[in-house]
């Protein structure tokens, strides 16, 4: 999951939760059918749905986990380098500043 970005997954975690989402209902609309067999596969999913969801909250969890981890970090090195955060944003915001000159 390392090659995607932010955005890919945060869109791929909304597609997940609406699939979620979307089982659950499926399972509410066909809980009045009978049958061994539908019972069984009502059981395996309901059981698979908990899974994903218990996945989904643990990379939610490390994500939140992660991004502490970078902006505390990014406040470390800005305390120990100040001149080269200063001059780092500054040529960003050059950078950035010409790029919208152009347009």
Known sequence: MSDFTA???DKLMAELRMVVSDAE????ST???VGEGAA???GRIQARLQQTKETLQRL????V??????GQATDVYVH???WKSIGVAAGVGLLVGILIGRR
Request: no cysteine; hydrophobic share 30%.
């Open 7 to 9: 955005a890919q997954k």
């Open 25 to 28: 209902q499926l399972l509410e």
């Open 31 to 33: 809980a009045g059918q």
């Open 80 to 82: 120990d380098n100040p």
């Open 65 to 70: 986990t992660r991004a502490k981890e970078a």
């Open 40 to 42: 069984e596969a009502r």
């Open 60 to 63: 939610q969890e490390t994500a």
